[in-house]
């Protein structure tokens, strides 16, 4: 029995991996009981009498279920929300996941395991990326978790952080559910892992994956073109022109494009990241005639019509909306000033990354950008960055603050309150 016992402690103490899973499972059993526990709570308090599975697989979850169940259909007179507004590759893994049970689990139990497995790995990966953050990837100095500098152990606390962020910060439980998030939030955390690796073939690999989870994936190639810029800058032992001086820079940027061209592998891994949303297109081509019809459908969720971006905020934060909107405004406002340091942190292919995906749902309305922003994974390492350089009492109160925050959303989730959705 000791012999076992010794051997798991070196286990523990030698293999870095494992270490990172034990410490991330430990979090996320914690997320989850507290998940479980509101389900009783919110049953009396409401009067309901729903199951864990019911509670948490609201909204859109159905339309998922459905899709496991019965493929892509027509929309109704009854509901004009045609299901194909949902991208294919989500779908896809629970189908098979449920099929290896002979259709004995049930849809939603089928998605949350799915979900649950897909956040771990995402949280797994991205503990490795902050093991090292600032030497691996930004502005050459390591994040170090103030107040921890001392302590043994304290890579723990670093991974301990980033998987609350990433198991119960606001709007976590959306990774939890029946819901795109935690796939579209693992294949993005492993694009981004690869290419912090310069592994491009790999992270283009996992982009192509994510545009088939959603059609904001396809934007993973500016991430791996721009870290591709500035390997070959270092390569070449040369410095970015400053933008004033335009024809150097645009001779700076053919010089690169022409570098590029002789790397068919580099190509390669470029072109193949928008194929998710390619393939989908082409199935849609042929489904219903329109390969736009992903986008063409969401008029059934969205039919305002207000000046792109600019205009949306405008409307939104001057109250010019309903309330809940303003809120969305206002976290639109945040996130791009969060997004604003990550670039002063020289986080700049993520920054980007997350810039362009916000822009993208606010051409047409703030209505849901909080999970959103959230989804796109990088915001998690911009919250970590904040969080590890506070004070260490400042940075548990922060931590507390979301937790607690999370439990009160989970209580609304629960009883459909779409409010701050």
Same mark, same amino acid.
């Given at each position: 029995?000791?012999?076992?016992k010794?051997?798991?402690?070196r286990?523990?103490?030698e293999?870095? +991996?494992?270490?990172?899973?034990?410490t991330?499972?430990?979090v996320?059993g914690?997320s989850?009981l507290?998940m479980i526990?509101l389900?009783?709570?919110?049953?009396l308090?409401?009067?309901?009498h729903?199951?864990f =599975?019911?509670?948490?697989n609201?909204?859109?979850?159905?339309? !998922?279920a459905?899709?496991?169940?019965y @493929?892509?259909t027509?929309? &109704?007179?009854?509901?004009?929300?045609? +299901?194909?507004?949902f991208?294919?590759?989500?779908?896809?893994i629970?189908?098979?996941?449920?099929?290896l049970?002979? +259709?004995?689990?049930?849809?939603?139990? &089928?998605?949350?395991?799915?979900?649950?497995?897909?956040?771990?790995?995402?949280a797994? !990966?991205?503990?490795?990326?902050?093991?090292?953050l600032?030497?691996?990837? @930004?502005?050459?100095k390591?994040v170090?978790l103030?107040?921890?500098?001392?302590?043994?152990? %304290?890579?723990?606390?670093s991974?301990?952080?980033?998987?609350?962020?990433?198991?119960?910060?606001?709007y976590?439980? $959306?990774?939890?559910?029946?819901?795109?998030?935690?796939?579209?939030?693992?294949?993005?955390?492993l694009?981004? !892992? +690869?290419i912090?690796k310069k592994?491009?073939? =790999?992270?283009?690999?996992? *982009?192509?994956?994510?545009? *088939?989870?959603?059609?904001?994936g396809?934007?993973?190639v500016?991430?791996?073109i721009i870290?591709?810029?500035?390997?070959?800058?270092?390569?070449?032992?040369?410095?970015?022109?400053?933008?004033?001086?335009f024809?150097k820079?645009?001779?700076c940027?053919w010089?690169?494009?022409?570098?590029?061209?002789?790397r068919?592998?580099?190509?390669?891994?470029?072109?193949?990241?928008?194929?998710? /949303?390619?393939a #989908?297109?082409?199935?849609?081509r042929?489904?219903c005639?329109d390969?736009? =019809?992903?986008?063409?459908v969401?008029?059934a969720?969205?039919?305002?019509n207000?000046?792109?971006i600019?205009?949306?905020?405008?409307?939104?934060? /001057?109250g010019?909306?309903?309330?809940? $909107?303003?809120y969305?405004?206002?976290?639109?406002?945040? *996130?791009?000033?969060?997004?604003?340091?990550m670039?002063?942190?020289k #986080?700049?292919?993520?920054?980007i990354f997350?810039?362009?995906?916000?822009?993208i749902p606010l &051409?047409?309305?703030?209505?849901s950008?909080?999970?959103?922003?959230?989804?796109?994974?990088v915001?998690?390492?911009g919250v $970590?960055?904040l969080?590890?350089?506070?004070? %260490?009492?400042?940075?548990?109160?922060?931590? &507390?603050?979301?937790?607690?925050?999370?439990?009160?959303?989970?209580? $609304?989730? #629960?009883?459909?309150? #779409?409010?701050?959705?």
């Amino acid at each position: 029995m000791s012999k076992i016992k010794d051997k798991s402690r070196r286990l523990l103490k030698e293999n870095v +991996n494992f270490r990172i899973l034990m410490t991330i499972l430990m979090v996320w059993g914690l997320s989850r009981l507290i998940m479980i526990a509101l389900v009783p709570i919110t049953n009396l308090i409401c009067d309901t009498h729903k199951d864990f =599975a019911v509670s948490i697989n609201v909204w859109d979850a159905e339309h !998922y279920a459905d899709i496991m169940k019965y @493929g892509y259909t027509y929309p &109704t007179d009854v509901d004009p929300q045609a +299901n194909w507004a949902f991208f294919p590759l989500y779908p896809l893994i629970c189908m098979f996941v449920r099929a290896l049970s002979f +259709n004995h689990l049930s849809a939603y139990v &089928t998605g949350m395991i799915v979900s649950n497995i897909c956040i771990i790995i995402a949280a797994f !990966y991205s503990a490795k990326i902050v093991t090292d953050l600032g030497l691996n990837y @930004g502005d050459g100095k390591k994040v170090k978790l103030r107040g921890s500098e001392s302590k043994e152990g %304290k890579v723990e606390y670093s991974w301990i952080l980033i998987s609350i962020l990433l198991f119960a910060s606001p709007y976590a439980f $959306y990774a939890g559910s029946t819901y795109t998030e935690s796939l579209f939030i693992m294949t993005i955390a492993l694009s981004f !892992y +690869n290419i912090i690796k310069k592994n491009y073939l =790999a992270a283009g690999f996992f *982009a192509m994956l994510t545009s *088939a989870t959603r059609i904001v994936g396809c934007i993973l190639v500016f991430p791996i073109i721009i870290e591709m810029f500035f390997d070959w800058i270092r390569l070449e032992d040369r410095k970015i022109p400053h933008i004033k001086d335009f024809k150097k820079f645009c001779r700076c940027l053919w010089d690169f494009i022409l570098y590029e061209l002789k790397r068919p592998v580099d190509i390669f891994s470029v072109m193949i990241a928008p194929l998710g /949303t390619f393939a #989908y297109m082409f199935f849609l081509r042929i489904f219903c005639g329109d390969p736009w =019809a992903f986008m063409h459908v969401q008029i059934a969720w969205r039919d305002d019509n207000y000046f792109p971006i600019i205009g949306v905020l405008w409307k939104a934060c /001057t109250g010019q909306l309903e309330l809940r $909107y303003t809120y969305m405004g206002w976290f639109c406002i945040v *996130a791009f000033a969060l997004y604003g340091y990550m670039i002063y942190r020289k #986080y700049i292919s993520m920054a980007i990354f997350g810039i362009i995906a916000l822009l993208i749902p606010l &051409t047409s309305h703030v209505m849901s950008t909080p999970r959103f922003i959230i989804g796109v994974w990088v915001t998690y390492i911009g919250v $970590y960055d904040l969080l590890a350089r506070m004070p %260490k009492i400042l940075r548990v109160l922060i931590t &507390t603050a979301l937790i607690v925050i999370e439990s009160f959303m989970i209580f $609304y989730w #629960y009883q459909e309150f #779409y409010w701050f959705m």
